[in-house]
């Protein structure tokens, strides 16, 4: 059934055009960012058994959950559904190696806006591709933020929360994600898919199905 509804359901996770992103761009993100914002971006974790193999329990170990895990890059469009979603990768991989590596920067064009959380340090490799990200800004090293900064900062809080709000959706909805998985659910059989994947991608299309986290207005 999960590799049916994989067939089915995975053309609704889709890249917008950017004439349709502009045209329903949500009042909240018009405010901020004008109409320049294409994706929302943020990674999550699924845990799974413990490896035998000793590289393959290294490399999925994660020191965030200090489980060994399986992670995906998840993108939101403005509106709040789902637009982009990585293979997995060993929970080990840094959130820029995975941003950079899956693929995604690549459909980024010139002038996206890209909304991250300060943990991906992308911002040139996403520069590359003639696209911008705003990220919240570090407070390391420093007694207190500057008042351009912390307003910025406000702004890019207040509107990533949303692909948050989606992955807790996703979960939430689909409680296989809140399980740990089968270490056969993450090799391929006779397909180039592995099963996790399948599971992922399934899940995240039946949120689309469902009312946009993100108001219009």
Excluded at 92 to 101: F, M, P, Q
Excluded at 152 to 180: D, P, Y
Aim: proline share 4%; net charge neutral; charged share 25%.
């Amino acid at each position: 059934m999960k590799h049916v509804m994989y067939i089915r359901m995975k053309c609704l996770i889709l890249w917008p055009e950017r004439e349709e992103l502009q045209t329903s761009m949500p009042m909240e993100f018009r405010k901020y960012f004008g109409v320049k914002v294409s994706i929302i971006i943020d990674c999550f974790e699924v845990f799974i058994d413990r490896p035998s193999n000793l590289l393959a329990r290294a490399e999925t170990w994660s020191n965030y959950n200090h489980h060994n895990t399986v992670k995906y890059l998840i993108g939101i469009s403005p509106q709040g559904a789902v637009s982009y979603l990585s293979n997995k990768y060993g929970g080990r991989v840094s959130d820029k190696h995975l941003t950079e590596d899956c693929g995604m920067l690549q459909k980024l064009l010139p002038c996206d806006i890209v909304l991250a959380d300060r943990g991906f340090n992308i911002t040139e490799s996403v520069g590359l591709q003639c696209a911008e990200v705003k990220i919240t800004a570090f407070t390391k090293g420093k007694k207190q933020l500057s008042p351009l900064e912390l307003e910025s900062t406000r702004k890019i809080a207040h509107t990533r929360i949303h692909v948050e709000r989606v992955i807790g959706l996703v979960r939430n909805k689909c409680t296989i994600l809140q399980s740990t998985i089968p270490i056969d659910y993450l090799h391929c059989q006779s397909e180039d898919v592995p099963t996790m994947d399948k599971i992922t991608t399934v899940c995240c299309a039946l949120t689309n199905l469902c009312d946009s986290v993100v108001p219009f207005d």
